[in-house]
């Protein structure tokens, strides 16, 4: 069965799509490769959505958010970033809701037609870019009609205790978000808690820290700083946009060995030999 047959032939997934609770008031969803989460407790009638997965996954999304949500929709739908596993179905959710989608004002440009992003290393790809090549887009994504944009000093009302964190280097508006009170971050491809570039790991993952999916990274200085940026908050839990949840010393000992590991961990090999 081809992937896309894979995607798009399961009607059963729909009925089936169950979110998994981590704590009273965040949810995960898994899209095919990526994470998305819902924000908000259950009993109250407002949430939100941070990224929506590749395509054709809005139908499983809608199902899953239904039954948790009680057919209530979200305020607001949040991209981490742009790239095509974490805004792939954000046009057929705001859509069929009817609710903003909120991005980083640098990411903009790749939001509203704009900007293609283009794999800046694609040497760097390995089973993950075939495997998913099938869902890249052919254009820039167009979401102008609902774009809404945000910088990290921005206080948004619906954001209870959540804070914008600016993290560029994968993209240039790439954004985290960090609730002080339980200290959960969640992080977007700012790390990784599999290994990205393999497609083994996709399906098998093994819960450790990595580096940004290399493959699209465009500004591994920039990277590198935003890892430090996030682990200077001192997270609890991190929920990363591809990866298992992970928290403790696991979590602890992995941003620390990462940032002294950098280059060897994160950057492929050929961008540091000189
Ligand atoms: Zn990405
Ligand atoms: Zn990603």
Do not use: C
Not at 72 to 78: E, K, N, Q, S, T
């Amino acid at each position: 069965m081809s992937l896309d047959d894979n995607l798009t032939n399961h009607p059963n997934d729909y009925e089936h799509a169950e979110v998994t609770e981590i704590l009273e008031d965040v949810a995960l969803y898994r899209t095919l490769v990526s994470n998305v989460y819902m924000l908000g407790k259950p009993s109250e009638k407002e949430w939100f959505l941070i990224d929506t997965g590749v395509k054709h996954y809005h139908e499983r999304i809608i199902a899953a958010a239904k039954k948790r949500f009680n057919n209530v929709p979200p305020r607001a739908i949040l991209l981490t970033h742009g790239h095509f596993d974490h805004a792939g179905s954000a046009k057929a959710l705001a859509k069929y809701w009817d609710t903003p989608i909120y991005s980083h004002a640098q990411e903009k440009p790749y939001l509203d037609g704009t900007l293609a992003y283009q794999p800046v290393d694609p040497t760097v790809g390995g089973g993950m870019l075939s495997l998913l090549s099938p869902l890249f887009p052919q254009k820039p994504l167009q979401l102008s009609k609902w774009l809404h944009t945000i910088t990290e000093e921005q206080e948004i009302s619906f954001l209870q205790g959540w804070k914008i964190i600016h993290t560029p280097g994968h993209t240039p508006g790439h954004i985290s978000l960090f609730r002080e009170d339980d200290r959960t971050l969640i992080a977007g491809d700012v790390v990784t808690t599999e290994n990205p570039e393999s497609a083994l790991a996709v399906f098998f993952p093994i819960g450790k820290i990595y580096g940004p999916p290399a493959f699209f990274t465009k500004d591994w200085d920039l990277a590198k700083k935003s890892v430090e940026k996030v682990a200077s908050l001192h997270p609890k839990l991190l929920l990363a946009g591809h990866g298992l949840p992970m928290k403790g010393t696991a979590l602890t000992e992995g941003l620390e060995h990462l940032i002294t590991n950098f280059h060897s961990l994160a950057i492929p090999k050929h961008k540091n030999d000189d």
